[in-house]
């Protein structure tokens, strides 16, 4: 299996991932153990001097100038595991959980940090065995760090707290641990500081939004390209002097792709010389639009990477004379452009619901309600009305968290992030754009049979077929629920972009164009 070294390899979203799915083994090298102790002995070495170092020797928070005789600073990092436990709701995702001790490794990997070698195999263990721990999803405020999620997760060190079984369900950690030949560990000076500052939380939503919203952005093209198809637009608007001359990335590529993914369709062909002069702006503007939501998801991977190879602990120890107590917990880096995400999701959503629109409304040809017998059936009316209301929803959901802060901890901690809510609000969202996509797709395959016999592209006929396979032609009512549900399930699945990217290889077409590694993660 492929290795990745803590704390010296660069950890991107990809590899992260596929270290939570066991596809790749994280490991300590000889380097990062070296840094660890190292960094360890410079703590210890702050004790026995009697220098004053926060959360070292010293209560925390506005606890801060309360200082801690040597003999209570072991039980001084026990008991801030214990105290910072308030974390409430349903807790978040195994996967979510399992990349919060990941990301964490890695950053105390680095040797900043002052955890102890054996801490920190501790850490490891539980990933490579799968012994995850479960977190609540709300109760941080994002800003010295998460400490009330990062506290959840690691109480399983010390014996409490909960872990996920192998079937799903959930033990106490003691009785995993006893069951596993493990016991619980004794924290040294610092160590329980180190393990709950920090954005893990945040992090590992983050590299979440990164993944499912690439997979939604690519899902969008390929739906936009058939309900294009469907309501017989025209690719002119793709063109690539055009976008030349306005040249954002997310625009240029979005264009490369609708343009390659309709190129040799019968379709298009069939109107060339139509009156129609222009499209509405939910199909011709498709580049602008989810150009900028592709913009707004590379400044986010850009800045997640950043913060994935990022110590964001506090104090951070440079040296045994080196203690900085500053500020590189705070969630502002990622929250303000987790926000942003969100805001991106939104419009595809929004978009996405005008081509729904369009394409029941009886225009360029399509029957009204997209099914020929209409009173007596009320064909594809309602499925609209779904994603309206998931459209609203995102709306309500786009108030940024990171445009509030409301102070904490005595007004020691006077400006939060509030970054863990713009994480899990924004994954909410896409959850919903998911299901608008869907309602989409559903209704880009009955416009497509309409334009029977002409054939499409060699993509779009791949996906449409893909599509068939699954959900049949509706010329009668049914119960729509259950094709938008499987609708969802291709969406979610990312099989349209899989069968995009399998037909553009064997026909060589270049669906990315110069951006093929930008975009990538």
Request: glycine share 8%; proline share 4%; hydrophobic share 40%.
């Amino acid at each position: 299996m492929k290795k990745f070294n803590y704390g010296i390899d660069r950890l991107t979203v990809n590899i992260a991932l596929d270290i939570a799915r066991g596809n790749i083994q994280g490991v300590l090298n000889a380097k990062a153990k070296e840094r660890v102790l190292k960094s360890q002995a410079d703590v210890q070495e702050i004790v026995t001097k009697g220098d004053v170092v926060y959360g070292v020797n010293t209560g925390f928070g506005p606890l801060c100038t309360t200082t801690i005789s040597e003999k209570d600073t072991s039980t001084l990092q026990h008991k801030i595991l214990q105290s910072h436990s308030v974390g409430v709701g349903e807790v978040i995702p195994k996967e979510t959980s399992k990349l919060m001790l990941i990301t964490k490794a890695h950053a105390l990997a680095q040797g900043f940090s002052g955890i102890s070698l054996t801490t920190l195999e501790r850490i490891i263990w539980h990933i490579d065995k799968d012994v995850v721990p479960t977190v609540p999803e709300k109760g941080s405020v994002g800003a010295s760090g998460d400490l009330a999620p990062l506290s959840h997760l690691c109480l399983p060190l010390i014996g409490l707290g909960e872990v996920y079984q192998e079937d799903g369900s959930k033990s106490l950690a003691l009785d995993a641990l006893k069951r596993l030949g493990v016991k619980p560990l004794t924290l040294g000076p610092k160590e329980g500081l180190a393990l709950i500052n920090g954005t893990q939380f945040i992090l590992s939503h983050a590299v979440k939004v990164v993944e499912r919203l690439a997979n939604a952005l690519d899902t969008a093209d390929v739906i936009g390209a058939m309900s294009l198809e469907g309501l017989m637009g025209s690719s002119r608007p793709f063109e690539p002097e055009l976008h030349a001359i306005r040249a954002y990335k997310g625009t240029q590529l979005v264009a490369t792709r609708l343009r390659e993914m309709l190129n040799g369709s019968e379709i298009l062909a069939s109107h060339v010389d139509c009156d129609r002069v222009q499209d509405p702006y939910s199909l011709r503007c498709m580049p602008q639009v989810h150009g900028a939501s592709r913009n707004a998801w590379l400044h986010l991977k850009e800045l997640v990477e950043v913060e994935l190879n990022s110590v964001t602990d506090n104090p951070i120890i440079l040296d045994a004379d080196n203690a900085i107590s500053g500020g590189n917990f705070h969630g502002q880096p990622l929250a303000l452009p987790l926000d942003y995400a969100g805001v991106a999701a939104s419009e595809i959503g929004n978009i996405a619901d005008r081509r729904c629109y369009m394409m029941i409304e009886g225009r360029f040809g399509l029957p009204k309600l997209l099914m020929e017998d209409v009173g007596l059936n009320s064909g594809f009316m309602i499925p609209q009305y779904t994603s309206a209301a998931l459209v609203t929803e995102n709306k309500t959901l786009c108030f940024p968290a990171s445009a509030d802060s409301v102070p904490t901890s005595l007004g020691q901690e006077d400006h939060v992030s509030m970054g863990s809510i713009s994480g899990r609000k924004t994954l909410k969202i896409i959850e919903n754009l998911e299901q608008i996509l869907a309602v989409e797709l559903l209704y880009a395959a009955q416009a497509l049979d309409f334009r029977r016999p002409l054939q499409s592209s060699p993509i779009i006929e791949a996906t449409h077929s893909y599509v068939r396979e699954r959900v049949s032609h509706a010329d009668q009512d049914r119960v729509l629920a259950y094709d938008i549900a499987a609708m969802h399930s291709i969406v979610k699945s990312g099989a349209l972009v899989d069968i995009a990217n399998k037909v553009a290889k064997s026909e060589k077409i270049d669906l990315n164009g110069d951006f093929k590694e930008e975009f990538k993660f």
